[in-house]
């Protein structure tokens, strides 16, 4: 229970103790009165498979511990740092005396301490990180699929543009973007002055073709009066 006689008290207030892993566990255990000579030690379990986790007299063999009260003799209280899982057990702070044989013995013990390890948690800062890269991963996903959609998608119109045919001067045409796969054809500039013809099922058909801008052929005389026009449309039959 903790209680002696002879004045002698050894206090191990914690009962059970929980710790996340990575974090620094403090186990503590104070004494008063007067005893026998004898260190002080915490030992993690008890009887035949204990191990010694912090002794007085000597350097600790864990580096993770270390007093929180160096050189007080009724402050014996630990901390153990970057808990493992390992690190999980019952924590006894045990008080030696030396017997007539000159062996340390046991003279008082606390009620020990019960010690689990969970997982680290997110941290609220963390947390926070992460639904802000979602939000902004979002916005961009947004961005680029509005962005597709007003540069146009299947069928949409495509800017007109001038193109030279042969001899002829610089004829502006007016294309419509063609479904994906489908291979653009090249128009005939004369094509344009075909007489209609009646509307069939297969005619009804008509490719665009989408012109790259060749270098402008020379111009010729135009009738008085006429001005370049800036947008243009052709219209031929399908083949």
Not at 50 to 65: A, E, G, L, M
Not at 220 to 225: A, E, F, Q, Y
Request: aromatic fraction near 6%; proline fraction near 8%; charged fraction near 15%.
């Amino acid at each position: 229970d903790g209680q002696g006689g002879q004045g002698f008290t050894l206090q191990q207030p914690q009962a059970k103790v929980a710790v996340a892993v990575g974090e620094t566990l403090t186990l503590k255990c104070t004494t008063s009165g007067v005893a026998g000579v004898g260190p002080v030690m915490w030992l993690k379990g008890w009887g035949s498979g204990n191990k010694t986790v912090y002794d007085q007299n000597n350097k600790s063999p864990f580096s993770r511990v270390m007093a929180a009260a160096p050189g007080s003799n009724t402050n014996f209280t630990i901390r153990i740092r970057n808990v493992q899982p390992d690190d999980a057990g019952t924590y006894y702070c045990v008080k030696f005396v030396k017997g007539n044989s000159g062996v340390d013995e046991v003279f008082r013990r606390g009620s020990g301490t019960e010690v689990s390890v969970q997982e680290a948690a997110l941290v609220p800062g963390m947390v926070a990180a992460a639904v802000v890269l979602c939000f902004l991963l979002g916005l961009f996903v947004a961005l680029c699929m509005y962005r597709r959609k007003r540069q146009g998608g299947v069928g949409s119109p495509c800017p007109a543009r001038t193109v030279a045919m042969g001899s002829l001067s610089s004829v502006p045409l007016q294309c419509c973007a063609e479904t994906p796969g489908t291979p653009s054809e090249v128009l005939d500039a004369e094509s344009s002055h075909l007489p209609s013809q009646p509307s069939s099922k297969e005619e009804s058909n008509i490719h665009y073709a989408d012109l790259q801008p060749l270098p402008p052929a020379p111009r010729r005389g135009r009738s008085p009066g006429t001005a370049p026009t800036e947008y243009a449309s052709l219209r031929v039959a399908a083949k």
